[in-house]
C-alpha cells in the first residue's frame, strides 16, 4: 500500500512538472535582469569571448531574444509591420511572420521582446497588436488589436510593453480614457477584465508580477505614475505619481525593481528614482526615499545583495554608470564609461552594452568602486544605437544590433 502511495505520489508529482510550463521572456528570470547562471567566465580576452555565429538577416529592431520549442525568437519592423522570427540555435531563420502594425513616428523599429510559453509565442507591436503565434509552424493562433480595441492612447513613441503570462490570463497596458491594463484569456485572446483609467498614457514599461499581502499584484509605470492592480479582478489598489520634474511625459521604460514589499521605479529625463513602499494590507503605498542620481534612460536596472546598479541619463547621448545602495537611495559610486547602456548580471558579474559604439563591459558587482575586468566592441550591424539588452540562455551571450544578432560563448 506504502509503495503505490509513493509510486502515485511520484506520478502525480511528474504530470505536474511536465504540465508546468518554461517561459521564456524579458529581463532574465522573473524580470529582474539577474541570470541564475553559473559556470561563466570571469574575464575575457582583449577582443573578447569567442563568437559561436552572428547573422545580419534581421528585420531593424531593438528587442531582445528569448528561447523555447529550440529555437530563438526576436522582432524586427519590416516596412509598416513588425515582425516575429524564428531561428534554430545556430541562427539560421526557420521562418518570419507578421505579428501586427509597427510605430510609424520616431524610432519606429521593433522594440518588445517575445514571451514564450510552451509552444506559444506571444508578441505586442509597436502599435500595441498583441498576436499568439505556434511556435512551431509560425501560424497565428489569434490576433487582438489591443489598443485600438481599447481605446489607447501613446507617447511619442508607440508601445514598447513585452507581454507578462500569469496562469491562464496575459497583460497588456493600453492606457487612455477608458482603462489602464487589461487581461486577456492567453488561449483566444478574449477580454476577461478591464481595470479603471487612470487618465493616463502607457509607459514603454514591460511590468512585473509578484505576490504580496494574499494578493498577486501586477507592478507597472505608466507616463505619470507607478501603480499596482489586483490580478484576480483588475482592481487598482493604489497609485502614486512619479513625474518628470517640472512636467511633461517623455519617457518611462525602466521594468520596476521588487524586493520585501518595496518597489524602486526610475524614468530618465531628470525624472529621478523613487523608493516605495507598498502598505501591509497591500492597499496603499508610500515614498519611502528619491534619488536624482540614477536617474536610468532605458537601459534597466539590477539588484544584487542591497545595491542598484544601472546608468543615468546625462542627456541623449550620453550617461554614467551608478550604483546606489538600496536601503536608503545613497549614492555608492558615479563612474564614466564610454556611455549610458543597458545592463545585465549573472553570477556575481554585471554585463553592461553601452548604447553608442557598442562597447560591452564585464564588471564586478560591488559598491566600492566601477570595478571593470574586461570589455571588448561589437561592430556588426547596420548603423543606430545598441539599444538591445544582452541575454545570457545556456553558458551563451546574445548581443543584438539592429539588424544582426551574435552569440558569445561565456563557459568557464
Request: a negative charge; hydrophobic letters at 35%.
Amino acid at each position: 500500500m506504502k509503495l503505490i502511495s509513493i509510486a502515485f505520489i511520484l506520478a502525480t508529482m511528474f504530470v505536474h512538472i511536465c504540465n508546468a510550463q518554461q517561459v521564456s521572456e524579458w529581463r532574465e528570470e522573473d524580470r529582474t535582469g539577474v541570470s541564475s547562471e553559473t559556470g561563466l567566465m570571469k574575464s575575457w580576452p582583449d577582443a573578447g569571448p569567442k563568437l559561436l555565429w552572428s547573422t545580419l538577416e534581421l528585420p531593424k529592431g531593438f528587442s531582445s531574444v528569448s528561447f523555447g520549442n529550440n529555437s530563438i525568437y526576436i522582432t524586427g519592423t519590416l516596412g509598416s509591420d513588425d515582425n516575429l522570427v524564428a531561428m534554430n540555435m545556430h541562427g539560421e531563420i526557420l521562418w518570419q511572420k507578421v505579428m501586427g502594425r509597427s510605430w510609424t513616428g520616431a524610432y519606429p523599429d521593433s522594440r518588445a521582446t517575445p514571451t514564450v510559453e510552451g509552444n506559444r509565442v506571444y508578441t505586442c507591436s509597436g502599435f500595441g497588436d498583441i498576436a499568439c503565434f505556434d511556435g512551431t509552424s509560425g501560424e497565428i493562433i489569434w490576433s487582438y488589436r489591443a489598443s485600438e480595441m481599447n481605446k489607447g492612447t501613446y507617447g511619442s513613441w508607440g508601445i514598447a510593453e513585452s507581454l507578462i503570462i500569469d496562469g491562464d490570463q496575459l497583460y497588456f497596458s493600453p492606457g487612455g480614457p477608458e482603462t489602464m491594463t487589461i487581461a486577456l484569456n492567453k488561449t483566444n485572446g478574449e477580454v476577461i477584465w478591464r481595470s479603471e483609467s487612470l487618465n493616463d498614457k502607457p509607459g514603454y514599461v514591460s511590468p512585473i508580477l509578484r505576490e504580496y499581502a494574499d494578493r498577486k499584484i501586477l507592478i507597472n509605470v505608466s507616463l505619470g505614475h507607478v501603480y499596482a492592480v489586483d490580478v484576480s479582478n483588475g482592481i487598482i489598489l493604489w497609485k502614486i505619481v512619479h513625474q518628470r520634474h517640472g512636467g511633461g511625459d517623455l519617457i518611462k521604460c525602466v521594468t520596476p525593481l521588487f524586493q520585501n514589499g518595496e518597489v524602486y521605479v526610475t524614468g530618465g529625463y531628470n525624472t529621478g528614482g523613487m523608493l516605495v513602499r507598498i502598505a501591509d494590507d497591500g492597499l496603499s503605498a508610500n515614498v519611502v526615499w528619491t534619488d536624482d542620481v540614477l536617474d536610468i534612460h532605458h537601459g534597466g536596472a539590477v539588484l544584487i545583495d542591497g545595491y542598484i546598479y544601472g546608468s543615468n541619463w546625462l542627456n541623449n547621448s550620453n550617461g554614467n554608470w551608478c550604483c546606489i545602495e538600496w536601503e536608503t537611495g545613497k549614492k555608492m559610486w558615479e563612474e564614466h564609461w564610454k556611455c549610458k547602456g543597458s545592463i545585465i548580471a549573472a553570477d556575481g558579474i554585471l554585463y553592461i552594452y553601452e548604447e553608442k559604439r557598442g562597447t560591452v563591459g564585464l564588471l564586478r558587482a560591488t559598491p566600492e568602486r566601477f570595478d571593470l575586468i574586461s570589455s571588448f566592441r561589437v561592430t556588426e550591424g547596420r548603423p543606430g544605437p545598441y539599444w538591445a539588452h544582452p541575454v545570457i540562455h545556456n553558458g551563451i551571450l546574445y548581443l543584438r544590433h539592429t539588424n544582426a544578432l551574435m552569440a558569445y560563448d561565456i563557459h568557464q
